[in-house]
């Protein structure tokens, strides 16, 4: 009966025990209080729920679905949790309409189509324990805007055809998934919020697990694992024009599996010899190279067979001007440059991380005096010398070779840019040749 029939008992026995069909709760009467209680019936008391079991037909019980879907999708009802109970089969495609969909048991709690894709349409809402397969087509076909947002957690997506495409959302959440014997993975596109925690693809997936296109304020992928065999890609963000205007993090992610060619498919710009992401990402993941700016390094150096060198000219005064070592046709070389460039400059090293931190700056500068003189080596930032971290050496006569070693800290900022200044403190004019420079910053 429903409430209103219920209250309406006149005088109801001590236990009398109905079924109330508008909040879908049993209900006893306790004499006593002259109340009903509810009973712990199993079936929630919300008023805007669904269970849909794998004996049921779906035209009957989603009939109002269908028709706001007009005959080709199931429209769910927004703000309504919609229980999978066993196997369902559903003929349309699903539109989540900021639903609630939920299994209590993944690996029993199944939506199957044997044709087309699972989830079409251009609204977020939650997708709980259950199980997903699209054997034809994909799971995911959606195409929001970011007033959306798409939660998807413990859940298994099996032997589907395409994991499929989540595109334009707010916020799009996924926790806890397994991927297996899927034939090709998921793209995300133009997200704000990407949250990825725990994921799993098995080594039975194949093609590429996840990619990411277009612009995301902000990508953090945490733990989990990607079992990457054959020809198969774990992560890929190669198209041209992906850009991360926030952060990006990969952390604590496994990559394995019998791919030879590279888990990831790298940046085709801006990413370094070697490594995989632009200077948007920070990365620590097992299988793959650490990529952050607290592993930022670039060195350079500067070798002229003896008897040549950089000759470096001062004015005539004591101490004389302060003068940057090398000109724009002095030969350098860098073996080590991530987050770091040359700047096309010799001797010059420029930061490119996105992070102030600070850098500890090392190497030595050797050089030849045209008489007998005291000089000192300056670490210079922009432009303007560092005199802290200045040194003095003294030649003691016509082409002594005086080594002096480089140590200094200092804090830079994204295409802030360090270079070595020289200047003659006492002694007679002429240039110093330097055949020898080696500067590492780390």
Not at 83 to 101: A, H, K, T, V
Not at 305 to 314: D, E, Q, R, T
């Amino acid at each position: 009966m429903t409430t209103t029939q219920r209250n309406a008992i006149v005088s109801p026995a001590d236990g009398l025990m109905v079924y109330d069909t508008t909040l879908k709760v049993f209900y006893y009467y306790v004499a006593s209080t002259s109340s009903w209680s509810p009973m712990a019936s199993g079936v929630t008391g919300r008023l805007n729920f669904k269970r849909i079991k794998s004996t049921d037909v779906l035209a009957t019980v989603l009939a109002s679905e269908l028709a706001a879907g007009g005959g080709t999708k199931y429209v769910f009802d927004a703000d309504t949790l919609y229980e999978i109970n066993g196997q369902i089969l559903f003929d349309f495609p699903i539109d989540i309409n900021n639903s609630y969909i939920q299994g209590l048991d993944t690996n029993n709690d199944i939506i199957v189509r044997t044709t087309g894709n699972i989830f079409d349409g251009s609204t977020g809402g939650s997708i709980r324990n259950v199980t997903l397969t699209a054997t034809a087509g994909s799971v995911f076909n959606l195409n929001s805007s970011a007033a959306q947002n798409l939660i998807f957690r413990d859940c298994i997506v099996a032997n589907s055809n395409s994991v499929g495409i989540i595109s334009g959302f707010g916020l799009v959440f996924s926790s806890i998934i397994q991927f297996s014997g899927n034939t090709n993975g998921i793209t995300y596109n133009n997200i704000t919020q990407l949250l990825l925690s725990n994921i799993g693809w098995f080594g039975n997936n194949t093609g590429t697990y996840e990619r990411l296109t277009g612009t995301f304020t902000l990508v953090e992928k945490q733990g989990g694992f990607s079992q990457v065999n054959g020809t198969a890609v774990g992560f890929d963000v190669s198209t041209s024009g992906l850009t991360i205007t926030g952060d990006a993090v990969m952390e604590s992610v496994v990559f394995t599996g019998t791919n030879t060619a590279g888990y990831v498919r790298p940046y085709t710009t801006g990413a370094y010899p070697g490594y995989n992401f632009n200077n948007s990402w920070t990365v620590r993941a097992a299988g793959i190279p650490t990529e952050s700016d607290n592993t930022a390094v670039g060195d350079f150096a500067v070798d002229y067979p003896v008897g040549n060198g950089i000759a470096v000219s001062f004015n005539n005064s004591n101490p004389s001007n302060i003068v940057k070592i090398g000109t724009a046709t002095s030969v350098s070389t860098s073996s080590n440059l991530f987050r770091f460039s040359t700047d096309g400059i010799p001797n010059r090293l420029k930061y490119l991380g996105k992070k102030k931190r600070i850098f500890q700056i090392i190497g030595s500068v050797s050089f030849q005096v045209p008489a007998a003189g005291t000089y000192i080596i300056y670490i210079a930032k922009n432009g303007s010398v560092i005199s802290q971290f200045k040194v003095y050496g003294r030649g003691s006569a016509t082409n002594d070779i005086v080594v002096i070693p480089i140590n200094g800290t200092t804090e830079l900022l994204t295409n802030d840019y360090i270079e070595i200044f020289a200047q003659r403190f006492s002694g007679n004019t002429g240039d110093i040749i330097v055949p020898n420079m080696t500067i590492t910053i780390k």
